[in-house]
């Protein structure tokens, strides 16, 4: 069984910072490509940021480009999100999602090429 847990998510003030993690199971995804994604009330999941496993290349969402970074620790099965520089508009439930596929990094945007998802966790900035 698969499984990708968020942790992190808390409320903070706009400007503040919040690191999320992701920790999966069930079997090493040092192969996958590992993403976040978000999903604010009444809107649709959107695409954050998402690392390769080949050459751990990274991708990001144009909104969060330069105040978000996504890292992953392969012996830890972990990937995370350091979150700067908080928006208003960055409140929402963020969702770890992992890929099977090394796809390329034009392919990460989208959800649909995630074959595992995680609960989310709740991030709120506050001003």
């Known amino acids: 069984q698969v499984q990708l847990v968020e942790s992190g998510g808390d409320s903070v003030q706009a400007g503040g910072s919040l690191r999320l993690s992701c920790a999966a199971s069930g079997r090493t995804f040092s192969n996958y490509a590992m993403g976040w994604f978000r999903q604010a009330p009444g809107k649709e999941r959107e695409f954050v940021a998402a690392?390769?496993?080949?050459?751990?290349?990274?991708v990001y969402a144009d909104s969060v480009k330069g105040r978000f970074t996504i890292s992953r620790d392969y012996a830890k099965n972990t990937v995370s999100l350091q979150m700067n520089s908080l928006k208003l508009e960055d409140t929402a439930v963020y969702h770890c999602?992992?890929?099977?596929?090394?796809?390329?990094?034009?392919?990460?945007?989208?959800?649909?090429?995630?074959?595992?998802w995680g609960q989310g966790t709740q991030v709120t900035v506050s001003s």
């Open positions: 690392i390769r496993w080949a050459g751990a290349s990274t």
């Open positions: 999602a992992a890929a099977r596929t090394d796809y390329r990094a034009s392919d990460l945007y989208n959800s649909r090429n995630y074959d595992y």
